[in-house]
C-alpha cells in the first residue's frame, strides 16, 4: 500500500479554495490516497468558508514549502516574484514537486524553476497557467510529442474576448463594454494587463516554449492589445467574412519563430472565430494532421482548479513528465523573428481625403511597395455603402485589404500615403490570420 500524497497548498483565493474542496474526490482517481495536510493564506482569521478541521497553518509559504511533512506543494498566491519565487525553489530543491497555476512566474522564471525540478527529481505541473481547465500544456507536452509543431494560436484572456464579443454583436464602445465586463467581475479595477495583452503575452511565451522545444522567452514576444478597436472596424470585418480576436500566435518561419499578441482578423468560418465571450480556445497546426482547437472555460475557480487538480493527480501517481516537454538543456534559445519580416494581410482603414486622385495616390504607394489589394471598400461615415461625394476635402472612410505582404513593405506604403497629405489622422492597421 503506498503511503498518500501529502499535499501543502499556499493560497487560498478563488483558486486555493476550491482546489481544497476538490481535493476531496481525488483519491478515488488514483487509487492513492491524497491528504491536504497544511496550508497558507496571508490572513490566516479571514472567513473562507473552507473545512480546514485536521489541516496545518503554515506560518508563511516558505515554511509551508520546506516542510518535510509535505510532499508536494501547491502555489496558488500568484506573482512573477517573492514569496511564490522562493516558496517554489525550496520546494523543489527538497526533491518534493510543485503544483502551481501561475503564468507570471513560469513565463519569467519558468527555465530555471524547471532545472531545479529536473536536478532534484520532483515535478513542476502548471497545467493551470495556460487556459485554466483547457488541457493544453498535457496535449502539447506529452500527447503531440510525436508532432512537429508549424503554429500554436489562440483567445487565451477571456476580458478581452468578452469585450470583442459585445462590441461586434452590440455595436458597442470598447469603453462602454469593458465598465460592463468590471461590473460584471470579468475584468479587473486596473484592466490594463489584461487589455493591453500583457496576460495574453505569458501564457503565449509558455505556449511557444511548449511547441517548438524553446526557451521560455516572454521578452521574445511582440505584444499590442484591444483599446485601439472601433466599432466601425468590427462592422467592415463583418460584412468582409471575418471576426477581430485578440490572438496570441506563435509560429516558426525560416527567419525563427514569431510570438505575437495582437487584434487580429479571422476567417468568421474558422474554428476560433465561433469562440465568443469569456471563453478561451487554442488550435495548434501538427506536421500531417489537421488543426487541432481546444475550447474551453479560460478562467475562474472551478475551472482553474480543475486543472490544478489534475497535475496533482499527476504527482500522486508517479507521472514526472520534464516541465517543458524535454530536458532543459535541450531546449534551443528562442530566435526571434522580427515583426519587420512578418508577412501576412492586412486590413487598413484609412480616413481619405475626397480629392480627386486620391485613390490613384493610395494605389500607387501601395504599388510601389508591391502590395496587391484583395479589396477596397469606400463608406459613408454612417455605414451605407459606396460614399457619395460628401463634400469636398471631407474624409471618407476607405477599407483597403491586402493579399499577404510584408510588414515592413504595408508600414513603408502608408508611411508615403501619409506624406502625401490625402489622409487625415493614423490608419487602423488590423493583421489578418488566415487558417
Ligand atoms: N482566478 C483565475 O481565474 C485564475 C485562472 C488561471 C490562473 N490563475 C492563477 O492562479 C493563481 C491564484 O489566483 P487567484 O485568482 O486564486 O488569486 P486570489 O484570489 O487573489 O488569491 C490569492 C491567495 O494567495 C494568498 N496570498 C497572496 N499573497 C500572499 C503572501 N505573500 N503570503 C501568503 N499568501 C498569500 C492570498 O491570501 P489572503 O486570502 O489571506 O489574502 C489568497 O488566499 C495566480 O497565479 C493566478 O494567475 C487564476
Known amino acids: 500500500m503506498i503511503a498518500p500524497l501529502r499535499v501543502g497548498i499556499a ?10 474542496r476538490l481535493g476531496r474526490m481525488l483519491s478515488e482517481r488514483t487509487g492513492r490516497g491524497i491528504r491536504v495536510v497544511a496550508v497558507t493564506a496571508r490572513s490566516k482569521g479571514r472567513k473562507r468558508g473552507l473545512d480546514l478541521d485536521g489541516i496545518a497553518w503554515a506560518k508563511d509559504p516558505l515554511a509551508l514549502a520546506s516542510n518535510p511533512e509535505v510532499d508536494c506543494f501547491v502555489e496558488l498566491m500568484g506573482g512573477a516574484g517573492d514569496p511564490a519565487l522562493s516558496a517554489i525553489d525550496a520546494a523543489l530543491k527538497s526533491g518534493k514537486s510543485v503544483v502551481t497555476a501561475n503564468k507570471a512566474l513560469i513565463a519569467k522564471h519558468g527555465l530555471k524553476l524547471a532545472k531545479a525540478a529536473e536536478k532534484h527529481g520532483g515535478a513542476l505541473n502548471f497545467e493551470a497557467a495556460v487556459g485554466a481547465a483547457i488541457p493544453i500544456v498535457k496535449t502539447l507536452r506529452e500527447g503531440l510529442a510525436g508532432t512537429g509543431i508549424n503554429r500554436v494560436y489562440g483567445i487565451l484572456n477571456g476580458t478581452c474576448n468578452y469585450i470583442l464579443t459585445r462590441m461586434e454583436q452590440e455595436g458597442l464602445s470598447f469603453e462602454e463594454c469593458l465598465k460592463d465586463a468590471q461590473r460584471l467581475g470579468y475584468a479587473e479595477a486596473d484592466p490594463s494587463f489584461d487589455v493591453d495583452g500583457h496576460d495574453t503575452a505569458q501564457k503565449l511565451a509558455i505556449l511557444a516554449s ?12 511582440y505584444v499590442e492589445g484591444i483599446s485601439s478597436i472601433a466599432p466601425e472596424d468590427l462592422r467592415a470585418a463583418d460584412d468582409l467574412g471575418y471576426r477581430v480576436k485578440l490572438l496570441g500566435v506563435a509560429l516558426r518561419t525560416p527567419k525563427g519563430i514569431e510570438q505575437r499578441v495582437h487584434p487580429t482578423m479571422v476567417p468568421k468560418s474558422s474554428s476560433i472565430a465561433q469562440v465568443m465571450g469569456v471563453t478561451n480556445a487554442v488550435t495548434i497546426d501538427g506536421e500531417g494532421i489537421p488543426p487541432i482547437t481546444l475550447v474551453g472555460p479560460g478562467a475562474g475557480g472551478g475551472a482553474t482548479a480543475s486543472a490544478v487538480v489534475a497535475d496533482i493527480a499527476d504527482v500522486a501517481r508517479g507521472l514526472r513528465t520534464a516541465p517543458f516537454g524535454r530536458p532543459v538543456e535541450t531546449l534551443r534559445p528562442t530566435e526571434k523573428a522580427p515583426m519587420e519580416r512578418h508577412e501576412g494581410g492586412y486590413y ?3 480616413m481619405a481625403r475626397d480629392h480627386a486622385g486620391t485613390a490613384a495616390t493610395i494605389a500607387t504607394r501601395l504599388a510601389e511597395q508591391k502590395i496587391s489589394l484583395e479589396s477596397i471598400v469606400q463608406r459613408h461615415p454612417n455605414g451605407g455603402e459606396v460614399a457619395k461625394s460628401a463634400g469636398k476635402g471631407t474624409p471618407v472612410p476607405v477599407i483597403l485589404i491586402t493579399y499577404a505582404t510584408n510588414e515592413d513593405a504595408m508600414y513603408k506604403a502608408l508611411q508615403a500615403v501619409q506624406r502625401d497629405k490625402v489622409i487625415s489622422g493614423k490608419p487602423q492597421v488590423i493583421r489578418i490570420e488566415k487558417n
Open 11 to 20: 493560497g487560498l483565493g478563488t483558486v486555493g479554495a476550491e482546489v481544497v
Open 210 to 221: 511548449l511547441a517548438f522545444g524553446t526557451a521560455v522567452a516572454q521578452n521574445a514576444v
Open 348 to 350: 487598413i482603414r484609412l
